[in-house]
Nanobody, 120 residues
Framework: QVQLVESGGGLVQPGGSLRLSCAASGRIFRINAMAWYHQAPGKQRELVAGITNSGGTNYAEFVKGRFTISRDNAKNTVYLQMNSLKPEDTAVYYC??????????????WGQGTQVTVSS
């Protein structure tokens, strides 16, 4: 079993910054893909940013130039640095990981979600 634990959400003023972290623990051979999604009230969950095992990244258009995703493979952790935050970034943020087990099977895991609120 694998558990993902998120941290770093909170309340911030427009233009401010937050850094989210998500650490995985459990039976992990390798983590192939890591990503952050968000879900605003009444809306579907959508991809914010993703990063591959080799470090390749992709971003949603609405965060390009403001957010940066990174990973520490030694710590099985993914980060999301969020700068120039806007009220429309307000949402619950979920981390996602695709984990390769010792038996070479892939499994998808989600964090519990952390609230980010951007408001003055």
């Amino acid at each position: 079993q694998v558990q993902l634990v998120e941290s770093g959400g909170g309340l911030v003023q427009p233009g401010g910054s937050l850094r989210l972290s998500c650490a995985a623990s459990g039976r992990i051979f390798r983590i192939n893909a890591m990503a952050w999604y968000h879900q605003a009230p009444g809306k579907q969950r959508e991809l914010v940013a993703g990063i591959t095992n080799s470090g390749g990244t992709n971003y949603a258009e609405f965060v390009k130039g403001r957010f940066t995703i990174s990973r520490d493979n030694a710590k099985n952790t993914v980060y999301l640095q969020m700068n120039s935050l806007k009220p429309e970034d307000t949402a619950v943020y979920y981390c996602y990981m695709r984990v390769l087990s010792a038996g070479r099977a892939e499994y998808d895991y989600w964090g519990q979600g952390t609230q980010v609120t951007v408001s003055s």
